[in-house]
C-alpha cells in the first residue's frame, strides 16, 4: 500500500485514495481525486481541516435515513460540496456487518463469516445501492472534481460502490480485490475496530472479541462472492455496469476521460 493512500485521521476511519490503479489501455486513475472512507460522525476539528482541503466537490454517503440521523455526519465549516444518499426503502436496511451480527442465532466467528458471505450475495442488487451508484457513476463522469464516498465502516456498500467504478473504469480484477481489503491495513486498526464495535453492540448486545473482528473485517472471498453473483445474475459484470447500474459504452468512456491520467 503506498504510504500516501491513507489520510490518517482521528475520529474517521478508513479514509483512503482508491485512484492510482492503471486501468486497461493504458493510464492510471488520477490521485487525490477518489477518496473513501467510514462515517463521519466522529471527525475531530482537526480531521475536518484535512478533510476541507482535499476540496470535495461532491460526497456519496450510503447509509440509510436511521443511520445518518443516529450518526450524523460533522463537515467543515462553509462546506460547499453537494451530499448525495439513496432513497429510503421504506424500511430498516442495516450495514451489511450489523445485519450479519444481528441475524446470526448463536454467534461464533464462523457462522458470522457465512453471514457476511449470505448478505454479500444480495449486496449489489439493494435496490437503495444500485440507485445511488447509478448517480455516483454519472457524477463522477461529469469530471466536477473530488469525491468522497462513505457508508457506517466503509467497507461493504462502499466497497461494492468502489469496484463498480473501478471495473467501468477497466481497473483490474486484482487490483479491485487488493484495493477491497485494504481496509484490514488502512490507518489505526484497533481504533476502527473500536468505533464499530460500539455501534454494533449497542445493536446487539455483548459480543465476543473474535466475531466483531470477523464482522469489522473484509475478505477477498466476499467480494468474490458478490461479483460472481452479478455474473450469474446478469450473464456478465459489463451486462450488470450496462444494464443495472446505466454504464453503458458511453458513460465508461465518459468516466475514463474525467478520471484517467497518464
Given amino acids: 500500500m503506498s504510504p500516501d493512500r491513507v489520510l490518517r485521521l482521528e475520529g474517521v476511519h478508513n479514509f483512503r485514495d482508491y485512484g492510482g490503479y492503471p486501468v486497461s489501455g493504458g493510464g492510471r486513475l488520477k490521485r487525490g481525486q477518489l477518496w473513501r472512507s467510514g462515517q463521519h460522525h466522529g471527525a475531530t476539528d482537526a480531521d475536518l481541516e484535512q478533510i476541507d482541503a482535499l476540496d470535495l466537490v461532491s460526497v456519496f454517503d450510503l447509509r440509510g435515513s436511521k443511520e445518518r440521523s443516529t450518526h450524523p455526519c460533522r463537515r467543515p465549516e462553509g462546506f460547499s460540496a453537494k451530499v448525495h444518499y439513496p432513497e429510503d426503502p421504506g424500511d430498516v436496511r442495516q450495514a451489511p456487518h450489523v445485519a450479519a451480527a444481528a441475524t ?39 469530471g466536477r472534481g473530488a469525491s468522497l464516498i462513505n457508508c457506517m465502516a466503509g467497507k461493504d456498500r462502499t466497497g461494492i460502490a468502489v469496484a463498480m467504478l ?15 481489503v485494504l481496509t484490514n491495513s488502512a490507518g489505526d486498526t484497533e481504533a476502527r475496530i473500536a468505533s464499530g464495535a460500539e455501534t454494533i453492540r449497542a445493536i446487539t448486545g455483548q459480543m465476543d472479541e473474535e466475531v466483531l473482528r470477523v464482522i469489522m473485517g473484509v475478505e477477498a472471498e466476499y467480494l468474490e462472492t458478490a461479483l460472481a453473483k452479478i455474473a450469474e445474475e446478469h450473464g456478465s459484470i459489463d451486462a450488470y455496469l450496462r444494464d443495472v447500474l446505466g454504464a453503458d459504452e458511453a458513460l465508461r468512456e465518459k468516466l475514463r476521460e474525467a478520471l484517467v491520467e497518464g
Fill in 104 to 142: 446470526t442465532r448463536q454467534r461464533d466467528a464462523a457462522s458470522t463469516r457465512a453471514g457476511m458471505l449470505r448478505n454479500y450475495h444480495k449486496i449489489a442488487f439493494r435496490p437503495e445501492l444500485v440507485g445511488i451508484m447509478r448517480s455516483y457513476l454519472e457524477e463522477l463522469a461529469a
Fill in 166 to 180: 473501478h471495473l467501468a473504469t477497466g481497473v483490474h480484477r486484482d487490483d479491485v480485490i487488493e484495493d477491497y
